[in-house]
């Protein structure tokens, strides 16, 4: 017995040490990544990914992804798994091909990020494009396509297929081989090479009863202003396993040109999420007259990686700032909207705030850092999910805090009334903790005192 009561107090002390270092505004506090549940990993569960910091070099792909070869005919693809990160390459020329195993209930994602060498010459029109297409050849939804942009600067391009159920289409509503298809864009002579490839398919199980199946007619699209107040320094991730874990307020980081920062913010159901980015003045303000088209670009991205929204914003030397446009709060309903950026807006989760400053700003106004300043909001009281009858895969990706609410079965399942939102008990304090509700120093004194109280017992015989 007093081997046992060692061992659990030894835990609950490294327990306490990770939530004071990690906790906002503790002393020397630093938001980096962490795991969570939409952290992917190679076994499909939640894991430290990737670096907490960005480089000015590479993506940061998640650690330990196993390696897959996309094929230029489907009867050599390789299998995906959802809930497992992949690693991949991505040809100059030709289709690539991976292959998927799906049941008929189920909707699944995969989101194919690209990536340049970071010397690489790109034109603004050329990107990467992703389908998922049955056995039959036939797109199951209509291709994403993302392109380098105005900015001329390689970065990381991020695009998502979707088998979508219910659908109103007839196509790709059974179970069997489906095929995840990606394949570089106009291409320039001046690119030949491969592109690497992350792949990140994602599996959301049918909700348990059917609900509507048009999206709302009607959200509040005012902006609300930004969030004042002093600025807390942090360190963006490279990639998005790696991204940093922030929350509403106002944060600062240092940028390199050429260098893509990712970010994560917790959006529950029923929550709208804002966000501006500022870029600080160049060493002698732009004095010198250099002008870089969309110098800086700020996306967000959904849970499965889905694109919502994103601005790119022109840089001169002064200051510069810009904003996502509005987007409606959460909800399930939203897949069936027309537009992107409504439809983006579809499940809870991590959602992505991901920054890159083209690398010809280093050209016009020197290697910097750039002094980068993220105003985020995050409005709306959080409501009960949709009620999914089965686990997604990464187990948890459509929840919010450490260990998810709701007192039903694990992951997205949720609690029987509805899931996923407004639980009390042991979920909802870890999503406290896990979002900063409470200060560290509550945390500290209330499990300091449930460790007294256990003490007393036991010596008791109790």
Not at 87 to 101: H, I, M, N, Q, T
Not at 120 to 147: F, H, I, L, N, Y
Not at 220 to 243: I, K, N, Y
Not at 303 to 320: A, E, F, H, M, Q
């Amino acid at each position: 017995m007093g081997r046992r009561t060692a061992w659990w107090r030894v835990a609950v002390v490294g327990v306490l040490l990770g939530l004071v270092a990690g906790a906002p505004g503790a002393p020397g506090f630093v938001a980096s990544a962490s795991p969570s549940p939409s952290s992917f990993s190679a076994t499909g569960s939640p894991s430290a990914t990737g670096s907490s910091s960005a480089t000015a070099s590479s993506y940061a792909f998640t650690e330990d992804a196993p390696s897959v070869t996309g094929a230029t005919a489907t009867a050599d693809a390789e299998p995906l798994e959802p809930g497992t990160v992949y690693r991949s390459s991505l040809p100059s020329e030709g289709k690539v091909y991976y292959r998927l195993a799906l049941d008929g209930t189920s909707t699944v994602y995969v989101a194919a990020t690209a990536v340049p060498p970071k010397d690489a010459a790109v034109s603004p029109t050329e990107g990467v494009r992703v389908s998922v297409q049955d056995a039959d050849g036939r797109v199951c939804s209509v291709a994403d396509t993302a392109s380098i942009g105005a900015g001329r600067s390689p970065r990381p391009l991020t695009v998502w297929g979707v088998r979508q159920l219910p659908s109103g289409r007839s196509l790709c509503q059974g179970a069997g081989t489906y095929y995840v298809v990606v394949e570089r864009v106009l291409r320039t002579e001046s690119t030949p090479g491969d592109w690497d490839l992350e792949l990140a398919p994602v599996l959301e199980p049918r909700l348990r009863k059917t609900g509507s199946t048009s999206a709302p007619e009607a959200w509040d699209s005012a902006t609300p202003s930004p969030p004042g107040g002093e600025a807390v320094r942090l360190r963006g991730g490279g990639g998005f396993g790696s991204a940093a874990a922030l929350e509403e307020g106002v944060w600062r980081d240092d940028v390199r040109p050429g260098q893509t920062l990712f970010y994560e913010v917790p959006v529950d159901w029923g929550q709208q999420v804002y966000a501006t980015a500022e870029l600080s003045a160049a060493s002698g303000g732009g004095e010198g007259g250099g002008f870089v088209p969309g110098g800086v670009n700020l996306a967000l991205y959904n849970p499965v990686r889905g694109l919502v929204d994103d601005t790119s914003i022109s840089y001169n030397g002064s200051r510069k700032s810009g904003a996502l446009a509005a987007v409606p709060p959460v909800g399930y309903d939203n897949r069936y909207a027309v537009s992107d950026r409504v439809a983006g807006m579809r499940f809870a989760g991590s959602y992505y705030l991901v920054v890159h400053l083209a690398a010809r700003v280093g050209e016009e106004f020197g290697d910097g850092p750039f002094e980068l300043t993220l105003r985020v909001r995050v409005k709306g009281e959080a409501k009960g999910g949709p009620g999914y009858a089965g686990q997604s895969e990464p187990s948890g990706i459509f929840q919010v805090g450490l260990l998810g609410r709701g007192s039903g079965a694990a992951g997205d399942a949720g609690s029987s009334d509805g899931g996923g939102g407004g639980g009390a008990g042991a979920g909802a304090g870890m999503k406290l903790v896990a979002v900063g509700g409470i200060g560290a120093g509550t945390v500290v004194l209330v499990v300091l005192g449930v460790w007294v109280v256990v003490g007393r017992r036991r010596a008791a015989g109790v």
